[in-house]
């Protein structure tokens, strides 16, 4: 039978930070299988993710392109942009 | 496709008792065995006098091979030291030695250059001889190519449908979250089921009366060490913190070393941190592994004849091939770098 001690669980006893914290509180209101991919550059430092959603479409992490930047780079009114990392594209040809 | 230039399981060091042991690798013959000292010798399972496999020979003066036909004799290098009846031994008459390291109960080989073999790459397996461990281990002979059972291990979606009755259920193949996170050396999937019933097996082996967290980590090698982490404690006992509390820990450890093209040597253990000097129950989560993973070898079989019978045929990947389509991304990258060095080296 398990043991009933509490201890503290290694995940990263292959040598590889694996721990990675559930995040809780997502609503499971549906079937949905998601994929999120995480690249790891030459510095081991992990890129943005990139999820694939159980409905097709392919979600980037980054941020939104705020209305100062669009005056400042005169991006074309019209459209959501957001702003990646430029290792992602990377990670979009290495792992798409 | 086969990577050389790699350590290789060739055995369990219990195969290699009195008897030399005849193994295809990599497509070459292999004869593996002990000097009278215990030190595992492999050599090329081929007399160069007449082509018989050596491995139908015996071991004499402590570490010389005799070829079963006519009595040719060869050490540990690979050199013929003699030949019955005539005193000049052409220079012709010899093998090729590999290679050899016994770590983790298993019996190493190195199939590329001697000169790259460096003892020092060899995959992390010490849930088999360490004394923290419970662990036990097998080998089932597959008649399917290695990289299927790669593209199985690193989705463990199939366990759902293909293990029922031992370690899946529908909460490995639904709602899941993974993550696959691509490093330079390798893959690493990692899966968590939060609030889900417990499996069969970990019914049997954590007693569990309620829903778990459980989680499944697979850190992939190349070119085919699969180390799977996988657990679960009772639900809401804060196994995603970090904190285990009365659940169970266990590591599936797959070593596949390529046969032939369309056949593979699988080498795999069960080790559990639990309950460790309970023989009994290493046999039983043993056993309820190796149900599952006999069933695994009937899909691979099936798989390669359906693949044999039209090799052009494409396949549809899904997103429960994300793990599996980096780890094949790598090992392409990784032969194309090996043939590449191999021209230049020509």
Known sequence: MAETLVRTLHYGDFGVAIFERFKSGVEESRLHFRVELV????????????????????????????????????VPPGSDLISIDRRVIKAIKEML | ??????????????????????????????????????????????????????????????????????????????????????????????VKAYPVVERYHWVWIWMGDPALADPATIPDYHYLDSPDWGAKGTYIHVKANWQLIVDNLLDLTHLAFVHESTIGNAAVAENAEVRVKRTPGGVLVTRWMIDKPAPPTYVKAGGFTGNVDRWQFIDFLPPAFLRLSVGATPTGTGAPEGKFVGGINMRNLNAITPETESTSHYFWAQAHDFDVK?????DMIFEQVKTAFLEDKEVFEAQQRVIDADTSESQVDIHADAGGIQARRILSRLYSEEQAARQAAE
């Open chain 1, 39 to 74: 690249w790891q550059d030459d510095k081991q430092e992990d890129v943005p993710s990139i999820y694939l959603t159980s409905d097709g479409r392919v979600l980037l992490q980054g941020r939104s392109v705020s209305d100062d930047e669009r005056e400042h780079f005169k």
């Open chain 2, 1 to 94: 496709m086969f990577l050389k230039n790699f350590w290789y399981v060739a055995a369990w060091d219990r195969e290699l008792a009195d008897k030399p042991l005849g193994r295809t690798i990599l497509n070459e013959p292999v004869v593996l065995f002990r000097d009278a000292e215990g030190k595992a010798i492999a050599l090329e399972d081929k007399c160069p006098h007449r082509r018989v496999p050596l491995s139908m020979g015996k071991v004499v003066e402590g570490s010389l091979l005799q070829c079963h036909y006519h009595g040719l004799r060869f050490d540990r290098f690979g050199k013929c030291v003699r030949i019955p009846g005539q005193e000049s031994i052409p220079d012709a008459a010899k």
């Open chain 2, 278 to 282: 309970n023989e009994k129950l290493t």
